[in-house]
């Protein structure tokens, strides 16, 4: 599940990228695909900080509450996408 969430976010951020002229881009689109990627990458480091520590509570907590930012990151992006596709 990690390497396909993080190719998912490198590819949203690379569509974004590609697409940084188009007429429909919002400087608030392009923030949160920026973002998107931002906290999976930062989510795969507390993954890894997490196994070489030996799974301290404290570093669970935080993966967990990253997977959420992502979650609620990836609605607020495709909610967003979908708003601007009806006008």
Request: hydrophobic letters at 60%; proline letters at 2%.
């Amino acid at each position: 599940g990690a390497y396909a969430l993080t190719v998912f976010a490198l590819g949203v951020f690379v569509y974004l990228k590609t697409k940084s002229k188009a007429a429909w881009m919002t400087p608030q689109l392009r923030g949160l695909g920026y973002m998107l990627l931002s906290v999976v990458l930062l989510q795969v480091c507390v993954g890894i900080a997490n196994l070489i520590y030996f799974i301290p509570a404290w570093l669970t907590v935080l993966h967990q509450l990253m997977a959420m930012v992502i979650l609620l990151t990836g609605i607020r992006l495709a909610f967003i996408a979908r708003e601007l596709s009806y006008t």
